[in-house]
């Protein structure tokens, strides 16, 4: 009988970062093949040199391209995106081909999710001077996304045990990330997270908004965007039928949805929401993107430069990250 399990999409990320090890990891102990096929997508020489680094050599299906890999009954393929390995490549350094394999993989997997033929996909971490190098303006994962998807609103929803996240905003600076704290972006945000979520399977879920200011503002004396912003953004929900809260004070919102009083906390930017998941559990922290018309995971770290090619990264996160994009694309969402 031919192998029903969903297939995943796995890009190999940055080549000079630890990307291609984790992922080796992940095959050596062989979770993350128990619920769905993979096909993995990036630079055949990272994924040698992979299996050099942790000492083990596996049975991966090498596919010409895609169909090559559908057509066969294969449980893990690879696909390579045909860039040669740079003369001068090392570990741990920004080289322009290593940001061009990244790039590639990220956009043949996306286009194989748009397309359908595809449960899911889930990306190792790039970097984002090695992509500035080989010639692209985008800025992450979720730029390049947008960009081939066509979707104008994205979010990045971030997810741990016991702990889901959402962002207002991701990639902007300090002072661009509060200047975007507007009605209708934090309207927006709340709508995207809330239609994800019933697609994933959450059919009604709780969210809890932080607010921008120490101390939630105050009431004006320390800022005024909880009530000239955001309040009324979470007015708006909840006359479209959200179950909002807020805004709460960002110091307690955190505790209290780990506490199990809400599903979700909209946060008003980058390090506001990270450093809530990561301080309760990095480990197992994963990250997905929302308003996207397909199901994309990935690990919640970066490339690693600094131990990159040491042998030494944890695997733990793209475990996960395969985990719930099985999970979501089963509209099991917990």
Known sequence: MADERPIVAVTLGDPAGIGPEVLARCLDDGAIGQHGRLLLIGSEWAWQDAQ?????????????????????????????????????FCYGQVNAACGECAVLAVEEAARLAIAGRVAAMVTCPINK???????YDDIGHQEILARLSGAQW??????TPGLKVVHLSTHKSLIEAA???????????????????????????????????????????????????????VADA?????????????DSVFNRAIAG???????????????AIKVHDFEQSVTATMGVPFIRTSVDHGTAFD????????????????????????????
Request: proline share 4%.
């Open 261 to 275: 009083e809400f599903d979700v906390v909209l946060a008003m930017y980058h390090d506001q929401g990270h450093i």
């Open 52 to 88: 050099v680094l942790i000492g083990r050599e596996f049975e991966v299906e090498q596919c010409a391209d895609a169909d090559d890999f559908f057509a066969r009954d294969a449980s893990v393929g690879m696909v390579d995106v045909g860039v040669e390995r740079p003369g001068d």
């Open 154 to 159: 994205t979010a990045t929803l971030l997810m």
């Open 238 to 250: 909840r006359a479209e039928g959200m179950d909002v809260l807020g805004p709460l004070p960002a």
């Open 179 to 233: 200047r975007y704290v507007t009605r209708d972006n934090v309207a927006e945000k709340l709508r995207i997270t809330v239609e994800s979520l019933q697609g994933w399977g959450l059919m009604r879920p709780r969210i809890a908004v932080a607010a921008l200011n120490p101390h939630g503002g105050e009431g004006g004396l320390l800022g005024r965007e909880e009530l000239d912003e955001i309040g009324p953004a």
């Open 307 to 334: 131990i990159a090619g040491t042998g030494c990264a944890d695997a733990t996160s793209l475990e996960a990250a395969v985990d719930v994009a099985v999970m979501l694309a089963n509209g099991e969402l917990r």
């Open 129 to 135: 001077e090695a992509v500035h190098a080989a010639g």
